[in-house]
């Protein structure tokens, strides 16, 4: 049954209840709601986190749309050659073909590293944990201890991987180099997990949700995390980013994020695409 806000503070324990409502920080701006809707920026071809205006990505903006009370009008932009380049053309200053920035992005790594190197603007809201993953052959043990120990399979057999990617920079330097002649590079993950399932490589290395939406439901093959003391990074959340001056807008995005994380919503979006949510720490 539906309640307005004036018949719920005159409920008894209104003056109790009422603190518990969304804090002011969630109202959008005047100057974002006055546009009518909120632009969110995408990656172009990124499945299953955004293609041809489906995906991941795309649903969690639009849930974060409707807990906001506002439409999301969504554009994909290309990868640049780094992420300071997707935050120029996506946030702050816009593509150099003529595409203006967006109000906020997605997909954006919450990472203080990353923050420094961008003063102009302002990175937050974590709704996912991507950790890198290895998926191989049931004949091959899983990774296990120190890089000698779980990798040296890899001197004999062939693991795939995607280019330019961490886990690519991570096989290739890894054992001062042993594993290079086998390190098999591919155009994307999808590319090197059809490699797998044809019997041609023994595992693939890189982000879970990628391997799993590569797999297909396939469980012919074996999951694991990458957990080694070599190697330094093997998760980051993703979040959001907006300018650094639109600090209202942030609150309100994170809030909101926060909520959807919390009540289950980002989770049974990623259930949905078949695929597994790891909760950052929010």
């Keep these: 049954m539906s309640i307005n806000r004036r018949q719920f503070l005159l409920t008894a324990g209104a003056a109790a209840l009422a603190a518990a409502l969304p804090a002011r920080a969630t109202e959008l701006p005047a100057a974002i709601r006055s546009k009518g809707a909120l632009k969110v920026a995408v990656y172009n071809n990124f499945a299953p986190y955004s293609s041809q205006g489906k995906g991941i990505d795309v649903e969690i903006a639009q849930a974060l749309g409707q807990k906001l009370g506002i439409p999301v009008q969504v554009t994909g932009y290309n990868a640049g050659e780094e992420m300071d380049d997707d935050l120029r053309n996506m946030v702050w200053k816009g593509h150099y073909l003529g595409i203006p920035p967006s109000d906020v992005m997605m997909h954006v790594p919450v990472d203080s590293y990353l923050q420094g190197k961008n003063d102009k603007v302002k990175i937050f809201g974590p709704y996912h944990l991507e950790t890198i993953v290895m998926v191989r052959q049931p004949r091959i043990n899983a990774p296990r201890g120190s890089a000698a120990n779980a990798l040296e399979v890899f001197t004999r057999e062939k693991i795939g991987v995607e280019g330019r990617t961490l886990a690519d920079a991570f096989l290739l330097g890894v054992l001062n180099g042993r594993l290079r002649d086998n390190v098999v590079h591919f155009p994307s993950i999808q590319a090197a997990v059809d490699k797998l399932k044809a019997g041609e490589l023994a595992a693939v290395m890189g982000p879970r949700t990628e391997i799993e939406m ?6 012919q093959f074996l999951i694991d995390p990458v957990q080694m003391p070599e190697l330094k990074i093997n998760s980051w959340p993703l979040g959001m980013a907006v ?16 909520a959807l994380v919390k009540d289950g919503t980002v989770a049974g979006i990623f259930a949905k695409h078949g695929l597994t949510h790891v909760q950052p720490t929010l």
């Design 214 to 219: 590569a797999l297909g439901g396939n469980t």
């Design 243 to 258: 300018k650094t001056e639109e600090k209202e807008l942030a609150d309100a995005l994170n809030e909101g994020i926060k």
